[in-house]
C-alpha cells in the first residue's frame, strides 16, 4: 500500500519526473510513492530516475494509456 | 540543498538561444539532471540571456528551419521561407506552438524556469551579454547571478557534463 499517491497523468516529459523528485523529497526512508503517468515515456524515465538516485522501482505495470509505478524512498 | 559529496555529479549547460522552442533542451536537462541529484550550473550568454527576463515573450520563427513541421489536422505543414517574413505570421506560429504545448501538457518555459531554482540550479548570467545588449540588471530575475567565461569554465572543469545548447 503506497504512502502517498502522485498522479502525473496528462503531462509529457519532464514533468512526471520533476513532480516525483519533488514528492520524494518530502517523504521518509522507506516510505512508498505510487506515481500514476500516461506519458509512454516513463517507463524508460522512471527506471532511469530511479537507478540513478538509488531509490527502489518496486514495480511498474500498466492498465489502458495508464503507467502505475511504486517506489520505495531510499 | 544538494550534499556536494564526493560521489555527486556536476553538469553544466551553456544557454545560447533565446527562442521558445530553443529554450526546451537546456531546461528540460537542467531540471531533470537536478532531479537525478546531479549539481547543475546553467551559463546564460548571447540570445540565451533572453529567458532569464522576469516577464518572457518567446518566439519561434520557421525561418530558415525546414525541419519544424506543424502537426495540423492529422497532416504536417511546413512552411516556405518566404512566409515568416509576412507580417503576423511568427506570431501565428508562436501562438500554434503555445497551444499544442498546453495541449499536449508539456511544461511552459515559466514552469521549466521555476523549477530550475527551485531545484538549486546555479544561474549565471553572462556580464558581456547584459552590456552588449544593454540588458537592465532589474529586468532579469533576482536568483540570477552575474559571471563571465572564466566563472563557468571553473565549474565545467569540475563537471562530469558539460553541454552546449
Not at chain 1, 514533468?15 to 500516461?38: F, H, N, R, Y
Request: a negative charge; glycine letters at 8%.
Amino acid at each position: 500500500m503506497a504512502d502517498q499517491v502522485l498522479d502525473a497523468k496528462g503531462l509529457n516529459c519532464p514533468l512526471p519526473i520533476l513532480k516525483t523528485k519533488k514528492a520524494i523529497k518530502g517523504m521518509a526512508s522507506g516510505q512508498v510513492l505510487q506515481v500514476m503517468a500516461t506519458d509512454p515515456g516513463s517507463i524508460a524515465d522512471m527506471t532511469a530516475f530511479c537507478n540513478q538516485t538509488g531509490n527502489e522501482l518496486m514495480s511498474q505495470s500498466n492498465e489502458g494509456d495508464v503507467y502505475t509505478f511504486e517506489i520505495k524512498v531510499s | 540543498m544538494l550534499d556536494a559529496g564526493e560521489n555527486t555529479k556536476k553538469m553544466t549547460i551553456i544557454v545560447t538561444k533565446g527562442t521558445l522552442d530553443w529554450a526546451y533542451p537546456p531546461f528540460i536537462l537542467g531540471t531533470t539532471a537536478a532531479a537525478m541529484d546531479v549539481e547543475v550550473t546553467m551559463f546564460f550568454t548571447f540570445y540565451g540571456l533572453q529567458l532569464l527576463k522576469k516577464d518572457l515573450d518567446l518566439k519561434v520563427s520557421t525561418l530558415g528551419n525546414p525541419a519544424m513541421q506543424m502537426p495540423m489536422g492529422g497532416m504536417h505543414m511546413s512552411m516556405p521561407n518566404i512566409m515568416p517574413m509576412i507580417p503576423g505570421v511568427d506570431r501565428m506560429t508562436t501562438t500554434m506552438m503555445k497551444n499544442l504545448i498546453k495541449k499536449k501538457g508539456v511544461a511552459s518555459i515559466e514552469e521549466l524556469r521555476e523549477a530550475a531554482v527551485e531545484s538549486d540550479i546555479k544561474i549565471i548570467g553572462c556580464q558581456m551579454t547584459l552590456d552588449l545588449f544593454e540588458l537592465d540588471r532589474k529586468d532579469m530575475i533576482d536568483e540570477m547571478e552575474i559571471g563571465g567565461a572564466a566563472t563557468w569554465m571553473e565549474e565545467a572543469a569540475k563537471s562530469d557534463i558539460n553541454l552546449y545548447i
